[in-house]
Antibody, heavy 121, light 107 residues
Framework: QVQLVESGGGLVKPGGSLRLSCAASGFTFSDYYMSWIRQAPGKGLEWVSY????????YYADSVKGRFTISRDNAKNSLYLQMNSLRAEDTAVYYC??????????????WGQGTLVTVSS | DIQMTQSPSSLSASVGDRVTITCRAS??????LNWYQQKPGKAPKLLIYAASSLQSGVPSRFSGSGSGTDFTLTISSLQPEDFATYYC?????????FGPGTKVDIK
């Protein structure tokens, strides 16, 4: 069965950096787009970033562009999110998600359990 | 960016009730609309994709309809395990955006 396990969250000071990881199993990782989605405490869902199956195509939300970098290692079945210049408003649970599609319609079919990032002094 | 709205923001219902949640997009998104269920402390779970296609393993009491700008998620007979928050999400254009959520709780 599909499993996505995030790690790397924690407490970091404003301006600091953190690298999140997502270990994938139960499917051919290199066949799928992957994404990071976050949820601030008590708030709704916010898409953060996409990466294509090969890593050649990447998109970011405007709120993180220039500060966050998504990457993947298909040999290690792993997805990453390097987060720099962190701000208090980046505090959230970060989920990795596998992107599937029905024709051109994409959806987040499988989600990890999430990892909490807290940005506070 | 495409803005998604949902109504109501919350509702109280009883087991066995028929529940309808509405999602509206700020522009036409054809059928590029997905629905997720989230329980407290848990990751979201995909229920419906492409407006009306039921994700494998999701009970048939869940259904989705609509196209263009107006969409509906219906739970035909609410069960105890359905008390949760429901989100719609458009994938018509990047960035994908989510609605603010509809919380369904026990009356």
């Amino acid at each position: 069965q599909v499993q996505l396990v995030e790690s790397g969250g924690g407490l970091v000071k404003p301006g600091g950096s953190l690298r999140l990881s997502c270990a994938a199993s139960g499917f051919t990782f290199s066949d799928y787009y992957m994404s990071w989605i976050r949820q601030a405490p008590g708030k709704g869902l916010e898409w953060v970033s996409y990466i294509s199956s090969s890593g050649s195509t990447i998109y970011y939300a405007d709120s993180v562009k220039g500060r966050f970098t998504i990457s993947r290692d298909n040999a290690k079945n792993s997805l990453y999110l390097q987060m720099n210049s962190l701000r208090a408003e980046d505090t959230a649970v970060y989920y990795c998600a596998r992107v599937s599609s029905w024709g051109e319609i994409e959806y987040f079919q499988h989600w990890g359990q999430g990892t909490l990032v807290t940005v506070s002094s | 960016d495409i803005q998604m709205t949902q109504s109501p923001s919350s509702l109280s219902a009883s087991v066995g009730d028929r529940v309808t949640i509405t999602c509206r997009a700020s522009q036409s998104i054809s059928s590029y609309l997905n629905w997720y269920q989230q329980k407290p402390g848990k990751a979201p779970k995909l229920l419906i994709y492409a407006a009306s296609s039921l994700q494998s393993g999701v009970p048939s009491r869940f259904s989705g309809s609509g196209s263009g700008t107006d969409f509906t998620l219906t739970i035909s007979s609410l069960q105890p395990e359905d008390f949760a928050t429901y989100y719609c999400q458009q994938s018509y254009s990047t960035p994908p955006t989510f609605g603010p959520g509809t919380k369904v709780d026990i009356k």
